[in-house]
Every structure is written in structure tokens, then in C-alpha cells.
């Protein structure tokens, strides 16, 4: 008797064994970036097996650049050295 009545109940109450899809905002944002970042991954790789000259190219470019700038700064500091050798000296030859 008694089991038939918390059958009775136990249907109608609402369980509270049911899983919740309740996930925090921050964590929706961290797996949406995971998921692009992993697709940006995937294209990339797949770009660079279906155009290797391209990416030798490109490579190529970068450090041409890379080696162009610090050929100017080591211009800059040589002749900024060189001037202050040549300001050292007039100021010792006046004195």
C-alpha cells in the first residue's frame, strides 16, 4: 500500500536527477576559440601542403625585411658612435 502511494508520488514530482545544461558564458567563449583555433590550424596546414613555394616565398620575404631593418639600426649606431668620437674630440682639442 504504502509502495503504491510513493509510486504515485515519485511520478508526480518533478525529478531532480535530470542533467543541467546550464554552462557559463566564459567557458561557451573558451570552447568557440578552441574550436576556430583549431580550424585556423587545419586551413593553415592545408594552405601550406598545397602551396610550399608560396610559403618558402613568403618566408624568404620576411627575413629580407628582418635583416633590412637591422641593417639600418646598426647604420644608425655606428654613425651615431662615429659622431660622438668626432664630438669628443673637438671638445678635448678646444680645451
Known amino acids: 500500500m504504502f509502495s503504491k502511494i510513493k509510486d ?5 514530482v518533478k525529478k531532480d536527477e535530470q542533467p543541467k545544461s546550464v554552462v557559463r558564458a566564459d567557458q561557451v ?3 568557440q576559440e578552441q574550436m576556430r583555433m583549431q580550424e585556423r590550424r587545419r586551413v593553415e596546414q592545408e594552405y601550406a601542403q598545397e602551396h610550399p613555394e608560396q610559403i618558402i616565398e613568403e ?4 627575413f629580407d625585411y628582418k635583416t633590412n631593418k637591422l641593417k639600418k639600426k ?5 654613425i651615431t658612435i662615429f659622431g660622438l ?3 669628443v674630440f673637438l671638445i ?4
Open 8 to 12: 504515485f508520488y515519485n511520478s508526480k
Open 92 to 95: 678635448l682639442f678646444f680645451i
Open 74 to 78: 646598426l647604420n644608425i649606431a655606428i
Open 59 to 62: 618566408n624568404m620575404q620576411a
Open 85 to 87: 668620437i668626432v664630438l
Open 29 to 31: 567563449e573558451k570552447q
